[in-house]
């Protein structure tokens, strides 16, 4: 014995090389044993009923026959249906790979009862190593789809259990391009082709031997909890029914050897040993009719948990803002405490009734964050109140501007008090850092992130809140804080365990902590963020956009959508339809949107924005001067000058005034009205976008021509209702039928008799 003991240690390569001999028998026999031995109880697939099909729930997977060909079938495949990773518990740690366990070698038994099924794994294996982990999942038939939900128990000594993924629906039998995926990305994004040989992808990414596409929840990047396989007259919802809003990624896949589609839902967590995690509820439900009762299943859930934040008036009737750097990173100020008069005639020769004011203390925009005094160079505390109240004066509403987690190293008070002990660190022992590099000609300034879980971080930016207020602003803006998902933080002291995840379940309660506060003060003030998900909305009351399907956009492109013929295509109707009430501004970074951005922004019942974030910004605003790209010479994030070339300025603030108008004058429908997508009306018409807003017995449809010649042969018909007026920007009668101008629109307004 000690003879080969001796023989191994002088030859540890044949020594992997036995062990990974030894692990393939003992997979193979473990598989047997799954057979004949104690996983018996569970081989046979046990069967749950609901009124639109049945759920199989097996030891190799889930499989599920509708009772309706509009939905998708699913049957289990050989692929893993969950994962589970483990990590060893120390800090720093001593791999960067977590180790996988998945389904495939494990052992589980099968419990009925009244409630539904219990599949219960009292240890896992990784083939070699044994692991007092207890994993129980639950399957139970619950208002038309099925719910699977459960609880791991860690019972392994210096392990972490960093995520669990399931279930993973494998098996999924759908042609694509019957049946879209509608996937939650910013305001979301339709799926219509599955990956092409020799193409750029894209949206799916490799995965071992397939693709997938993936979005991280809450982010801007994942904004709800659900996807949906979407057909025509009915499909399958895919949904985490999670009120905490915990940290997960949803996910649809793509096997390209079976040609099958999946879906998944990785849920992140930290689970030490001698603790227990329960799994939010994961819902699969088959539905019929469009895609819009995928949408309300959400919705329904969302609206028994969570209550949306109640929005001022003056916030419903806004028509979004004119967001103004007032000093810039490099110093040079542009806009002084005494130009906010002139900011306020830019506003309102383009109808718009907010100024956003960044880059408004005396460090200027992403510069010494988060210390943000009155600068004494643009006329101090006094000036500033003195003009923030000419703006309220004329009319016009103030936000001011504060980074919601950014702090620059080494450079304030605050960082050297407090900020260095709070900044979120990584597993690696350094902290996360983000650089805003705005100028080619100025030193890159470094931040790292404040922990929203440190009591003096919170401090700080209920401080700045209440400081907007006393200086007579309007609101606050938080930027970034519904931009990025959430990430580990291995931080002592912030008053959260270590490791734990950051921008989670603290990022609500953070927002709401502050609003609610802030409302008590002073009712009519309002707290705003950057980017957008739906954890937000009990204490956002308007979203500053940085998402998918806010950004620059055309005709053209909206006709590309119509067609659905690539792999891809945003789809704002998701968010927009779920969550109508939600106010968002697009994303327009450049001092002036084109006639087709004014459309797109109207017909979606979105709320206006144009920048001015650079010098060249203010001669266009002031002088109507279009400047060159030269002008930019030192600026790293240029705006799109050739837009800017393409409309003459004085058009183009006149069609945003004119389209704004328009929108004030039919107020019920555009922005106290109900956004209803496609649904309540029908449209006969080719290259027309139609979209439908419901008020108060009343019907809205505006069409908005995508084509490069005008409209003759299109109708619309609302059921139950009469047409009363139609009227168009600049028009306040128009004829409902007659041609509709090249990217015109108009507004058919209906009445129930």
């Known amino acids: 014995m000690n003879m080969l003991v001796s023989f191994f240690i002088s030859n540890p390569v044949r020594f992997k ?33 609901g009124y639109q099909g049945n759920l199989s729930v097996a030891v190799n997977g889930l499989s599920f026959k509708p009772a309706t060909s509009a939905c998708p079938s699913l049957n289990a ?16 740690s001593v791999t960067d790979k977590d180790l996988v366990l998945t389904d495939k070698g494990q052992t589980a038994r099968i419990e009925m009862s009244q409630d539904g099924i219990s599949m219960i794994y009292e240890k896992l294996t990784d083939g070699v190593l044994s692991f007092p982990i207890c994993l129980t999942m639950t399957f139970s038939s619950r208002d038309g789809g099925f719910e699977v939900g459960g609880t791991i128990r860690n019972g392994a000594r210096g392990w972490l259990i960093t995520g669990f993924t399931g279930p993973v629906l ?25 990956p092409v040989a020799n193409y750029d992808q894209k949206v799916w990414s490799p995965l071992g031997k397939g693709y997938e596409s993936a979005v991280a929840y809450p982010s801007a990047r994942g904004t709800m909890q659900w996807l949906a396989f979407a057909g025509r007259d009915g499909g399958l919802y895919f949904g985490s029914h999670d009120p905490l809003h ?57 609206d028994a948990n969570t209550e949306l934040r109640d929005v001022p008036a003056w916030v419903r009737d806004s028509s979004g803002w004119l967001l103004s750097i007032l000093k810039q990173q490099n110093g040079e ?81 605050f960082w050297r008090t407090a900020g260095k002990d709070i900044a979120i660190m990584g597993r690696n022992g350094k902290k996360y850092q983000q650089t805003y590099h705005k100028y080619s000609n100025i030193p890159v300034y470094r931040f790292a992130l404040g922990c929203l879980h440190a009591q003096a971080w919170y401090d700080r930016m209920l401080a700045l809140a209440m400081q907007a207020n006393e200086m007579g602003a309007d609101g606050i803006l938080y930027d970034q804080l519904a931009i990025m998902a959430p990430m580990a933080c291995y931080g002592e002291g912030h008053g959260h365990a270590v490791p734990s995840l950051v921008h989670e379940r603290e990022r609500p309660i953070f927002l709401r902590r502050i609003a609610d506060h802030m ?38 492109e909206m006709r590309e959508r119509l067609k659905a013929v690539r792999i891809a295509d945003v789809f704002p109707e998701m968010f927009r339809y779920t969550f109508p009430e939600v106010i968002s501004t697009v994303r327009v970074p450049a001092p002036m949107m084109d006639r087709d951005m004014v459309n797109y922004t109207c017909v979606y019942g979105l709320r206006y924005e144009i920048e ?50 328009f929108q004030r004058k039919n107020a019920d429908i555009f922005w106290n009205g109900r956004y209803t997508d496609s649904e309540g009306f029908a449209v006969e018409g080719r290259s027309l976008l139609a979209k439908g807003f419901a008020a108060d017995g009343e019907f809205g ?40 101008a090249e990217n015109g629109l108009r507004l058919l307004r209906w009445k129930r008799p």
């Open 246 to 302: 915990r940290s997960k990624r949803l996910s649809v896949r793509y096997d390209p050897a079976s040609l099958l589609l999946g879906m998944a839902i990785r849920h992140d967590f930290f689970c030490r040993s001698g603790e227990s995690a329960e799994l939010p509820p994961t819902v699969i439900k088959p539905y019929t009719g469009t895609w819009h009762a995928a949408a309300r299943i959400y919705r329904k859930w969302f």
């Open 333 to 413: 100020i542009m806009w002084p405490y005494t130009s906010l008069d002139k900011l306020c005639d830019v506003a309102e020769a383009r109808g718009l009734d907010i100024l956003g004011l960044f880059g408004w203390a005396h460090g200027g925009h992403d510069h010494l964050y988060p210390d943000y005094n009155p600068c004494p160079d643009m006329g101090g505390v006094a000036t500033l109140k003195t003009a923030l109240a000419e703006v309220r004066r004329r009319g016009k509403r103030s936000i001011i501007y504060a980074n919601g987690q950014l702090q620059e190293i080494d450079a304030t008070d």
């Open 170 to 194: 494998n098996g999924i039998e759908a042609d694509i391009s019957a049946h879209p995926v509608l996937m939650p990305e910013g305001f979301g994004k339709k799926i219509n082709r599955t």
């Open 519 to 556: 409302r008590r003060i002073n009712p009519e003030f309002i707290v705003m963020t950057e980017g957008l998900h739906d954890c937000a909305l009990d204490a956002v009351s308007m979203f500053h956009a940085c998402q998918t399907g806010a950004f620059q956009t055309s005709a053209k």
């Open 701 to 740: 449809v505006i069409i908005w021509n995508l084509a490069s010649e005008p409209q003759s042969a299109f109708r619309v018909k609302v059921p139950g209702h009469v047409l009363v007026s139609a009227s168009e920007p600049g028009r306040d009668q128009a004829e409902p039928f007659a041609a509709l």
């Open 77 to 92: 495949t050989v692929a893993p249906w969950w994962a589970l990773n483990l990590t060893p518990d120390t800090w720093p």
């Open 612 to 661: 001015s974030r650079y010098g060249p910004d203010v001669t266009y605003l002031l002088e109507g001067r279009v400047p060159d790209a030269a002008d930019y010479a030192h600026v790293s994030y240029k705006p799109d000058v050739a837009t800017m070339k393409a409309t003459p300025p004085a058009e183009a603030a006149r069609y945003m005034k004119e389209a704004i108008d």
């Open 17 to 49: 090389l036995m062990l990974r001999r030894c692990e393939k028998m003992r997979l193979l026999l473990l598989a047997a044993g799954a057979l004949l031995t104690g996983a018996t109880s569970a081989a046979e697939p046990v069967l749950l009923k």
